[in-house]
Protein backbone atom coordinates (compact mmCIF):
# COMPACT_ATOMS: atom_id res chain seq x y z
CA UNK A 1 0.00 0.00 0.00
CA UNK A 2 1.09 3.52 -1.15
CA UNK A 3 0.27 6.95 0.59
CA UNK A 4 0.38 9.34 -2.59
CA UNK A 5 -0.08 13.44 -2.21
CA UNK A 6 -1.53 15.39 -5.53
CA UNK A 7 -0.64 12.87 -8.31
CA UNK A 8 0.54 14.82 -11.33
CA UNK A 9 -2.55 15.66 -13.37
CA UNK A 10 -2.31 14.39 -16.80
CA UNK A 11 -3.92 16.84 -19.37
CA UNK A 12 -7.24 15.13 -20.76
CA UNK A 13 -5.85 16.61 -24.48
CA UNK A 14 -3.35 13.71 -24.39
CA UNK A 15 -5.79 11.05 -24.32
CA UNK A 16 -5.73 9.12 -27.86
CA UNK A 17 -8.97 10.95 -29.34
CA UNK A 18 -11.79 8.58 -30.06
CA UNK A 19 -13.04 7.92 -34.37
CA UNK A 20 -16.78 8.49 -34.06
CA UNK A 21 -17.12 5.32 -37.07
CA UNK A 22 -15.85 3.10 -34.09
CA UNK A 23 -17.72 4.06 -31.08
CA UNK A 24 -21.35 3.62 -33.28
CA UNK A 25 -20.15 0.37 -35.11
CA UNK A 26 -19.86 -1.48 -31.38
CA UNK A 27 -23.31 -0.71 -29.46
CA UNK A 28 -25.62 -0.73 -32.22
CA UNK A 29 -28.88 -1.95 -29.71
CA UNK A 30 -28.77 0.72 -27.16
CA UNK A 31 -27.54 3.58 -29.07
CA UNK A 32 -29.08 7.10 -27.91
CA UNK A 33 -31.00 5.67 -25.40
CA UNK A 34 -30.56 3.90 -21.93
CA UNK A 35 -31.19 0.36 -20.69
CA UNK A 36 -33.74 0.13 -18.84
CA UNK A 37 -32.87 -3.29 -16.71
CA UNK A 38 -33.13 -1.95 -13.31
CA UNK A 39 -34.59 -4.50 -11.08
CA UNK A 40 -34.23 -1.74 -7.88
CA UNK A 41 -35.10 1.43 -7.84
CA UNK A 42 -31.60 3.21 -6.42
CA UNK A 43 -32.75 4.86 -3.17
CA UNK A 44 -32.92 8.64 -3.89
CA UNK A 45 -31.42 8.39 -7.58
CA UNK A 46 -33.59 10.29 -9.14
CA UNK A 47 -33.57 13.18 -6.91
CA UNK A 48 -30.50 13.99 -9.08
CA UNK A 49 -30.31 17.52 -10.95
CA UNK A 50 -27.98 17.34 -13.57
CA UNK A 51 -27.89 21.37 -13.96
CA UNK A 52 -27.02 21.99 -10.03
CA UNK A 53 -24.11 18.93 -9.94
CA UNK A 54 -22.97 20.51 -13.50
CA UNK A 55 -22.22 23.92 -11.60
CA UNK A 56 -18.95 22.86 -10.45
CA UNK A 57 -18.27 20.41 -13.07
CA UNK A 58 -14.58 21.55 -13.60
CA UNK A 59 -13.83 21.42 -9.61
CA UNK A 60 -15.42 17.93 -9.65
CA UNK A 61 -13.62 16.70 -12.93
CA UNK A 62 -10.45 17.14 -11.47
CA UNK A 63 -10.22 13.87 -9.44
CA UNK A 64 -11.86 11.76 -11.71
CA UNK A 65 -8.90 12.11 -13.99
CA UNK A 66 -6.61 12.11 -11.18
CA UNK A 67 -7.88 8.64 -10.58
CA UNK A 68 -8.31 7.83 -14.48
CA UNK A 69 -4.43 8.61 -14.43
CA UNK A 70 -3.11 6.10 -12.17
CA UNK A 71 -4.89 3.01 -14.08
CA UNK A 72 -2.23 1.09 -15.89
CA UNK A 73 -4.27 -0.52 -18.73
CA UNK A 74 -3.34 -0.99 -22.11
CA UNK A 75 -6.00 -2.25 -23.58
CA UNK A 76 -9.08 -3.08 -21.47
CA UNK A 77 -11.96 -4.92 -23.41
CA UNK A 78 -14.49 -4.42 -20.92
CA UNK A 79 -14.89 -1.04 -19.35
CA UNK A 80 -17.70 -0.11 -16.61
CA UNK A 81 -18.46 2.90 -15.62
CA UNK A 82 -20.45 2.75 -11.78
CA UNK A 83 -22.50 6.11 -10.70
CA UNK A 84 -21.79 7.21 -14.56
CA UNK A 85 -24.24 10.40 -14.10
CA UNK A 86 -24.34 12.69 -16.50
CA UNK A 87 -21.22 10.61 -18.50
CA UNK A 88 -18.77 13.58 -18.17
CA UNK A 89 -16.23 11.13 -16.64
CA UNK A 90 -17.39 8.00 -19.19
CA UNK A 91 -16.12 10.43 -22.11
CA UNK A 92 -12.85 10.16 -20.79
CA UNK A 93 -12.83 6.42 -20.68
CA UNK A 94 -13.97 5.87 -23.45
CA UNK A 95 -11.49 8.51 -25.04
CA UNK A 96 -8.90 6.60 -23.25
CA UNK A 97 -9.78 3.06 -24.83
CA UNK A 98 -11.00 3.49 -27.73
CA UNK A 99 -11.31 -0.40 -28.44
CA UNK A 100 -13.32 -0.84 -25.43
CA UNK A 101 -16.87 -1.83 -24.64
CA UNK A 102 -17.57 1.07 -22.04
CA UNK A 103 -21.14 1.25 -20.09
CA UNK A 104 -22.03 3.83 -18.09
CA UNK A 105 -24.72 2.43 -15.09
CA UNK A 106 -26.11 4.41 -12.95
CA UNK A 107 -29.90 4.89 -10.96
CA UNK A 108 -31.23 8.07 -12.21
CA UNK A 109 -33.22 8.25 -15.04
CA UNK A 110 -32.29 11.59 -15.66
CA UNK A 111 -28.66 11.36 -15.25
CA UNK A 112 -29.12 9.20 -17.73
CA UNK A 113 -30.81 10.87 -20.33
CA UNK A 114 -28.51 13.67 -20.45
CA UNK A 115 -25.54 10.99 -20.80
CA UNK A 116 -26.95 8.94 -23.75
CA UNK A 117 -28.20 12.93 -24.88
CA UNK A 118 -24.35 13.55 -25.11
CA UNK A 119 -22.71 10.59 -26.14
CA UNK A 120 -24.92 8.18 -27.74
CA UNK A 121 -22.48 5.74 -29.20
CA UNK A 122 -21.89 4.39 -25.39
CA UNK A 123 -24.05 1.54 -23.64
CA UNK A 124 -26.14 3.06 -20.87
CA UNK A 125 -27.96 0.84 -18.07
CA UNK A 126 -29.85 2.09 -15.55
CA UNK A 127 -29.49 -0.25 -12.37
CA UNK A 128 -29.10 0.01 -8.67
CA UNK A 129 -25.31 -0.15 -8.13
CA UNK A 130 -26.00 -2.70 -4.63
CA UNK A 131 -28.26 -5.50 -7.14
CA UNK A 132 -25.86 -4.49 -10.13
CA UNK A 133 -24.16 -8.03 -11.79
CA UNK A 134 -21.88 -7.24 -14.94
CA UNK A 135 -22.70 -10.33 -17.41
CA UNK A 136 -19.02 -11.08 -17.92
CA UNK A 137 -15.91 -10.64 -15.60
CA UNK A 138 -14.51 -6.18 -16.39
CA UNK A 139 -11.35 -5.60 -17.15
CA UNK A 140 -12.01 -2.13 -15.70
CA UNK A 141 -14.48 -0.97 -13.19
CA UNK A 142 -14.03 2.58 -12.57
CA UNK A 143 -16.35 4.83 -9.79
CA UNK A 144 -16.25 8.58 -9.52
CA UNK A 145 -18.01 10.14 -6.20
CA UNK A 146 -20.60 7.87 -6.36
CA UNK A 147 -19.83 4.93 -3.50
CA UNK A 148 -20.60 7.08 -1.10
CA UNK A 149 -24.03 6.67 -1.54
CA UNK A 150 -24.43 3.43 -0.88
CA UNK A 151 -24.25 1.89 1.92
CA UNK A 152 -22.27 -1.72 3.71
CA UNK A 153 -19.06 -1.48 1.91
CA UNK A 154 -18.06 -4.42 3.74
CA UNK A 155 -19.93 -6.20 1.29
CA UNK A 156 -19.78 -3.54 -1.65
CA UNK A 157 -16.04 -3.42 -2.25
CA UNK A 158 -15.26 -7.78 -1.92
CA UNK A 159 -17.84 -7.92 -4.39
CA UNK A 160 -17.05 -5.60 -6.76
CA UNK A 161 -13.59 -6.79 -6.82
CA UNK A 162 -14.99 -10.29 -7.49
CA UNK A 163 -16.41 -9.13 -10.62
CA UNK A 164 -12.87 -8.34 -11.88
CA UNK A 165 -11.55 -10.28 -14.82
CA UNK A 166 -7.72 -11.74 -13.88
CA UNK A 167 -5.41 -8.81 -14.04
CA UNK A 168 -8.56 -6.12 -13.94
CA UNK A 169 -8.32 -3.10 -12.19
CA UNK A 170 -11.25 -1.42 -9.32
CA UNK A 171 -10.58 2.37 -9.12
CA UNK A 172 -12.67 4.25 -7.06
CA UNK A 173 -12.53 7.71 -5.63
CA UNK A 174 -15.25 8.91 -3.06
CA UNK A 175 -15.44 12.33 -0.93
CA UNK A 176 -14.13 11.78 2.84
CA UNK A 177 -15.28 15.52 4.02
CA UNK A 178 -18.14 14.61 6.43
CA UNK A 179 -16.41 16.17 9.50
CA UNK A 180 -15.91 19.58 8.36
CA UNK A 181 -18.46 21.74 8.17
CA UNK A 182 -20.00 21.57 4.63
CA UNK A 183 -21.47 18.14 5.66
CA UNK A 184 -21.69 18.78 9.65
CA UNK A 185 -23.67 22.11 9.28
CA UNK A 186 -26.96 19.79 7.90
CA UNK A 187 -27.37 17.30 10.48
CA UNK A 188 -26.83 20.44 13.18
CA UNK A 189 -29.38 22.58 10.54
CA UNK A 190 -31.70 19.59 10.86
CA UNK A 191 -32.04 18.65 14.78
CA UNK A 192 -32.60 22.38 15.13
CA UNK A 193 -35.55 23.91 13.69
CA UNK A 194 -39.44 22.06 13.22
CA UNK A 195 -38.15 19.88 10.22
CA UNK A 196 -36.25 17.82 13.21
CA UNK A 197 -39.15 14.58 13.04
CA UNK A 198 -38.39 14.25 8.92
CA UNK A 199 -35.00 15.04 8.98
CA UNK A 200 -33.39 13.30 11.59
CA UNK A 201 -33.95 9.86 10.61
CA UNK A 202 -32.47 10.82 7.64
CA UNK A 203 -29.16 11.40 9.08
CA UNK A 204 -26.57 8.72 8.88
CA UNK A 205 -22.93 8.17 9.51
CA UNK A 206 -20.25 9.14 7.15
CA UNK A 207 -20.52 6.78 4.61
CA UNK A 208 -16.44 6.52 3.51
CA UNK A 209 -14.49 4.56 6.22
CA UNK A 210 -10.84 5.18 6.69
CA UNK A 211 -8.25 4.33 4.51
CA UNK A 212 -7.35 1.17 6.41
CA UNK A 213 -10.95 -0.48 6.04
CA UNK A 214 -10.48 -0.47 2.59
CA UNK A 215 -7.15 -2.00 3.08
CA UNK A 216 -8.63 -4.56 5.04
CA UNK A 217 -11.00 -5.52 2.46
CA UNK A 218 -9.38 -5.26 -0.51
CA UNK A 219 -6.03 -6.62 0.30
CA UNK A 220 -6.52 -10.44 0.73
CA UNK A 221 -8.64 -10.06 -3.14
CA UNK A 222 -5.84 -8.63 -5.20
CA UNK A 223 -2.41 -8.25 -6.01
CA UNK A 224 -1.65 -4.46 -5.98
CA UNK A 225 -3.27 -1.87 -4.27
CA UNK A 226 -2.98 1.81 -4.58
CA UNK A 227 -4.35 3.72 -1.31
CA UNK A 228 -4.17 7.59 -1.33
CA UNK A 229 -5.96 10.96 -0.13
CA UNK A 230 -5.50 14.42 -1.76
CA UNK A 231 -7.16 17.25 -0.17
CA UNK A 232 -8.45 19.90 -2.97
CA UNK A 233 -8.21 23.84 -2.22
CA UNK A 234 -10.78 24.78 -4.26
CA UNK A 235 -11.45 28.46 -4.88
CA UNK A 236 -15.02 28.96 -5.71
CA UNK A 237 -16.97 31.70 -7.06
CA UNK A 238 -20.34 33.35 -5.89
CA UNK A 239 -22.59 34.33 -3.21
CA UNK A 240 -22.38 31.29 -0.64
CA UNK A 241 -20.77 29.01 -3.21
CA UNK A 242 -19.94 25.79 0.03
CA UNK A 243 -23.54 25.63 0.19
CA UNK A 244 -24.38 25.58 -3.89
CA UNK A 245 -22.11 22.86 -4.32
CA UNK A 246 -23.68 20.80 -1.23
CA UNK A 247 -27.17 21.37 -2.93
CA UNK A 248 -26.05 19.48 -6.09
CA UNK A 249 -25.08 16.47 -3.88
CA UNK A 250 -25.55 15.84 0.22
CA UNK A 251 -28.04 18.82 1.03
CA UNK A 252 -30.64 17.14 -2.14
CA UNK A 253 -32.90 14.12 -0.26
CA UNK A 254 -32.84 16.58 2.91
CA UNK A 255 -34.40 19.28 1.08
CA UNK A 256 -36.93 16.92 -1.49
CA UNK A 257 -37.93 15.48 2.07
CA UNK A 258 -39.51 19.12 2.98
CA UNK A 259 -42.18 21.15 1.68
CA UNK A 260 -42.68 24.96 1.19
CA UNK A 261 -41.93 26.88 4.03
CA UNK A 262 -39.99 24.34 6.02
CA UNK A 263 -37.98 23.28 3.07
CA UNK A 264 -37.24 27.49 2.74
CA UNK A 265 -36.47 27.68 6.51
CA UNK A 266 -34.13 24.74 6.42
CA UNK A 267 -32.33 25.66 3.46
CA UNK A 268 -31.98 29.44 5.00
CA UNK A 269 -30.51 27.68 8.36
CA UNK A 270 -27.70 25.59 6.63
CA UNK A 271 -26.97 28.66 4.68
CA UNK A 272 -26.44 30.93 7.20
CA UNK A 273 -24.21 28.08 8.74
CA UNK A 274 -22.16 27.44 5.54
CA UNK A 275 -21.60 31.60 5.32
CA UNK A 276 -19.95 31.87 9.07
CA UNK A 277 -17.82 28.60 8.46
CA UNK A 278 -17.06 29.66 4.72
CA UNK A 279 -16.65 33.44 4.64
CA UNK A 280 -15.18 34.87 1.12
CA UNK A 281 -11.92 35.59 1.09
CA UNK A 282 -10.46 39.42 -0.12
CA UNK A 283 -10.63 38.92 -3.89
CA UNK A 284 -14.52 37.66 -3.30
CA UNK A 285 -13.68 34.05 -3.50
CA UNK A 286 -14.33 31.02 -1.06
CA UNK A 287 -11.72 28.78 -0.46
CA UNK A 288 -13.43 24.93 -0.02
CA UNK A 289 -10.74 22.16 1.04
CA UNK A 290 -12.35 19.18 0.42
CA UNK A 291 -10.67 15.57 0.61
CA UNK A 292 -10.76 12.42 -1.40
CA UNK A 293 -10.39 9.18 -1.06
CA UNK A 294 -8.79 7.05 -3.93
CA UNK A 295 -8.10 3.74 -4.60
CA UNK A 296 -6.57 1.42 -7.05
CA UNK A 297 -7.04 -2.23 -7.17
CA UNK A 298 -5.39 -4.54 -9.61
CA UNK A 299 -6.61 -8.39 -9.36
C1 LIG B 1 -21.99 12.68 -7.61
S1 LIG B 1 -22.69 11.85 -8.99
C2 LIG B 1 -21.23 11.34 -9.87
C3 LIG B 1 -21.45 11.16 -11.33
C4 LIG B 1 -20.22 10.81 -12.15
N1 LIG B 1 -19.55 9.61 -11.68
C5 LIG B 1 -19.25 11.97 -12.23
O1 LIG B 1 -18.16 11.84 -11.69
O2 LIG B 1 -19.61 12.99 -12.82
C6 LIG B 1 -23.25 10.35 -8.22
C7 LIG B 1 -24.07 9.47 -9.13
O3 LIG B 1 -24.28 8.23 -8.45
C8 LIG B 1 -25.59 7.79 -8.76
N2 LIG B 1 -26.02 6.84 -7.72
C9 LIG B 1 -26.11 7.06 -6.39
N3 LIG B 1 -26.53 5.94 -5.77
C10 LIG B 1 -26.71 5.00 -6.71
C11 LIG B 1 -27.10 3.64 -6.68
N4 LIG B 1 -27.39 3.01 -5.54
N5 LIG B 1 -27.17 2.97 -7.85
C12 LIG B 1 -26.87 3.59 -9.02
N6 LIG B 1 -26.48 4.88 -9.10
C13 LIG B 1 -26.40 5.58 -7.96
C14 LIG B 1 -26.43 9.05 -8.82
O4 LIG B 1 -27.60 8.85 -9.58
C15 LIG B 1 -25.44 10.03 -9.46
O5 LIG B 1 -25.61 10.10 -10.85
New binding site residues.
Partial sequence: MTFHDNPEPRPPGSFPARGRRDMVARDTAVRGRAAHNMTET????DA?DPAQ?LRFAGH?LRP?LDLLNRIDLERPETVT?L????G??TRWLAQRWPGAAVTG????AA?LAKAAEALPELRWQQ????AWAPDRPQNLIY????LH??PDHETLFPKLAGDLAPGGVLAVQMPRNFAEPSHTAMADAARNGPWIETLEPMLKPAPVHEPAFYHRLLAPRVSALDLWETTYFQLLDGNNPVAEWTKG?WLRPMLDALGGDRRAGFEAAYRARIAAAYPPGPDGRTLFPFRRLFMVAKR
Fill in positions: AEGAWYRADGCGANVVDGSMADIASNAAWLT
